[in-house]
Every structure is written in C-alpha cells, then in structure tokens.
C-alpha cells in the first residue's frame, strides 16, 4: 500500500505543476477561467473517461472558494448501466483505521485503556503470547504501526482473496497468519504500516467493553454525528448495501465485478467492513479534526501525535494514531486512504488551505485515486 501511495504522490508532485500551466493556458485562450465548480466536476469527468477509466467517481470538497461542493461522474453500475451519483455509498478500506482509533482514544478518555500499557493487558493470554516480546507492545505502538508485528496481508493471502472473495476469514486465522512470521523489528524500533495492528485493536475493544468492535462504532460516531449514510458490516454478511455502488478490479472491458467481497477480509483493519458516501466521510473527518468527538483537545494532540513513516519514493510522511499525514509541494495533507476489495477511496484535509477533498471510486486502484482524482482536484481549488 504505501509504495503504491509513493509512486502515485511522486508523480503528481511534478505533474501538477503541468496541470496548472495546462489549465491556466486554456483558460487564457478563453479569455476568463471556468468557474472552480466545472473545473473541478472536469477532474471528475477526466477521470472516468481518461487513463484511470474509473467505471464511476464521487468527489466531495469543502474550501473558501466553494464552500461545500460536490460531483459525481461516470457509473455507479456497468451491467446493467446505472449512473453515479453522490449518494452512492463505497467500500472505505484502510479509512476503518481511523474510526477504529478515534473508539480506542474514547476508551482512553474514560479510563479503560491506557495507550501505555502492553497489549497483554488487554488481550487474551492465548491471543497475545503468539506475538514475540507482547508484554512490550504498547496499545500505542498499535496504533501508531511501530509495534513490528508483521503484516497477515501475504502474497498468499492475496492469491486467495482472488481466486474467492466470498470467503469468510476469522480473526484468529488472520493473526495466525501473521504470527507465523518473524517480527519486523523490536517494539517501538521502527515503523511498518502492518494491518494486524488494528485487527489486533478491534479485539481490545470487545475485550474491554464486552461488545463488537463495529456496534463500538455504530454506537460512539456514527449514531452521534448522524451519518445515516455509513455502514458498518458484520462478517459473513456480504449482502448489497442498498445505495452501495457496485466495486470492480480490472480495466475498460474487462471489469470484473467484486461487490460480493466478504466484509471479513480485515477485521477491524478496513477492507469491505465500512461503506459510506463521501458526503459522510466529509463529515467525519471534520469532526475528529475539530476535535469534536473526544471530551478534551489533549487527546486530538495524542492522535495527532506524528512518528516518522520513511516513504520508499521520498515524499514526507508521517503516521499519528489511525491518520495519515503527508506533505506535497509544502502542503500538509491530514487524513487517510483506503483500499477495499473493488473500491478506493482517500479523505483528507489541507489544514492551511481550510480545504478538505474526499474521493471515492468502485475500482480498486488507490494510487489512481490520488493520482487523478485527489490532487488534481486540489491543485484546481489553489492554481
């Protein structure tokens, strides 16, 4: 995931600036520059006609040119064809790490987990003695991916994925997957954006307060700041969301359809367990940068807490606990991206540029997303 995300942000640093001239060019034939609005709803088009060939994409955008924005293009359904619209919902992958962060941070303000303490104190004895140097791990390090556990997501566990998404994983064949490996590094020793971390904190959650990870979520966020609009999905129940697009892999005529991916596939680490519209993602993020859904500001100062994440390409970037922080062209970008099972979907803010975009696609492809999608759309908002 992280190299994908290299290569995507590693191109558009020097592309962008040929969109602009691009832009700025045509625009001077014209005479005046198109309104922001058609500008940024061509981003959208582009996208799912160009190189990227989305089979459909919504965009939602909040900035002092535009206020709250939003457009969809393409289809949200290619057999039969069905338009895309902004109220379609997408499956939100690793974006579940920062729901699942914002739950653990709560329980922290209510004195039920200590982000300090070791995962041992958490965990079942026979969960956590699978991990080499467990009574080291931190909750913390959990969250924050320096606890050098490794990663479940194999080559192997890819190869099955494809051959069936169907398939419903247990969290215990997950960890044993990663269990099985050597440890990255020694706690705290280093970063590794490993999906095993959060798998690992969905337990601590049912553990601590005796319910499910996802009823946590229902009941902390999404029923508190009314995002009608979010689902959460239990595993073995791969059913259609009603509202959900339809999720593919693949290009042009070749789309193969994965909306049937089972919501097991990450455990509490993403996958196809969230969909939302990105309307609500807008809203949720707003909301755990406003710091609006903790009970004080010393614990938005502990998520936004950052540790150095070396990207293999050279862009900046940092990890804080369940968000992202990357820097392009001096423009910090706060947030997350996600990968699912036939869907991508990136969320985040330019804190100096008061401007949040939320992207979303039902092809699984989360470079492209940032690529064709995120940032040009940013660079149309500030050119």
């Not at 995300?5 to 558009?12: I, N, P």
């Not at 609006?292 to 100062?301: I, M, Q, V």
Request: aromatic fraction near 8%; charged fraction near 20%; include cysteine.
């Amino acid at each position: 995931m992280r190299c994908i995300l290299g290569y995507a942000m590693l191109g558009l640093a020097s592309l962008g600036l040929l969109l602009g001239v691009a832009g700025d060019v045509a625009d001077a034939v014209r005479g005046e520059p198109l309104p922001v609005e058609v500008r940024l709803q061509r981003v959208l088009d582009r996208a799912t006609s160009g190189r990227s060939a989305f089979p459909g994409a919504a965009l939602h955008v909040e900035s002092p040119q535009t206020g709250v924005w939003q457009g969809a293009s393409g289809l949200s359904s290619v057999a039969p064809d069905e338009q895309m619209s902004i109220s379609d919902q997408f499956a939100i992958g690793s974006i579940t790490k920062t729901y699942v962060a914002v739950v653990v941070l709560q329980l922290m303000e209510e004195g039920l987990v200590d982000l300090d303490a070791p995962i041992t104190s958490y965990l079942p004895e026979d969960m956590s003695t699978r991990f080499a140097d467990a009574e080291a791990i931190s909750v913390r390090m959990l969250l924050n991916h320096t606890s050098g556990i490794p990663e479940w997501l194999t080559d192997d566990v890819m190869g099955r994925l494809a051959n069936d998404v169907t398939y419903v994983w247990s969290v215990d064949e997950l960890l044993g997957i990663a269990s099985n490996q050597e440890p990255y590094f020694e706690p705290g020793g280093g970063f590794f954006y490993s999906n095993t971390d959060y798998t690992l904190l969905g337990v601590i959650i049912e553990q601590v307060t005796g319910q499910s990870w996802e009823s946590q979520i229902q009941r902390r966020i999404l029923k508190p700041l009314g995002l009608d609009e979010t689902v959460v999905r239990v595993p073995g129940d791969a059913s259609p969301v009603p509202g959900m697009a339809r999720g593919y892999s693949g290009m042009g005529r070749d789309l193969i359809d994965l909306s049937s991916a089972d919501p097991s596939m990450a455990g509490a680490a993403g996958g196809n367990a969230m969909v939302a519209t990105v309307s609500d993602l807008g809203l949720f993020l707003g909301s755990v940068l406003d710091g609006s859904l903790f009970s004080g500001p010393e614990t938005l100062a502990e998520m936004l807490d950052w540790v150095d994440a070396p990207d293999e390409q050279g862009i900046p970037y940092w990890y804080g606990l369940g968000i992202e922080r990357y820097q392009i062209d001096g423009v910090d970008l706060i947030g997350h991206g996600g990968g699912a099972v036939g869907y991508s979907t990136v969320m985040y803010k330019a804190p100096d540029l008061e401007t949040t975009i939320v992207a979303s696609t039902n092809l699984y492809g989360l470079g492209a997303a940032y690529m064709d999608l995120m940032l040009p759309a940013l660079k149309e908002l500030h050119r």
